[in-house]
Structures are given as C-alpha cells and as structure tokens.
C-alpha cells in the first residue's frame, strides 16, 4: 500500500479537472447570461462570478499537476 492509501490516481486527476471546468463553465455562463437577459448583475454577484471562473482555471491546472503528476512521483 502506497503512502497515501489507495487513491485512483487517475479518476481523481479527472474529477479535479472536471471540478475546475465546471467552476469556470459557471462562472463564465453566470457572466453572460447576466448581461445578456438581465442588462447587467450586482457588483457582489459580478464579482462572485469571476471569482469562480479563476478558482476553475487554477483548480484545473494547478488540481491536476498535483493528483497526476505529483503525488504518484512522492509513492
């Protein structure tokens, strides 16, 4: 048994990256259905928006670098 327990390395990579996409796919539809149908959004809900577009972007790249490439390297 590896120092981590038995992680399924590779459905995790997957299921972070799909976390991260879903997070910015929101956040990024969130924006311009906002604008589009509702001529605009509160600043609070404009800026929560963005921000889950950013986490989405890092969760994704910075998530799977990690999940797939360096936790396996650290076994």
């Known amino acids: 048994m590896g120092r981590y327990g038995t992680i399924d390395y590779p459905k995790a990579t997957k299921r972070v990256f799909l976390l991260?996409?879903?997070?910015f796919a929101i956040g990024g539809l969130g924006e311009i259905i906002g604008h589009i149908y509702f001529g605009g959004v509160p600043g609070w809900l404009d800026m929560v928006f963005f921000d889950a577009e950013v986490f989405g972007v890092l969760l994704a790249l910075v998530g799977t670098?990690?999940?797939?490439?360096?936790l396996p390297l650290t076994e």
């Open 20 to 23: 991260g996409f879903t997070l």
């Open 65 to 70: 670098f990690v999940i797939g490439i360096v």
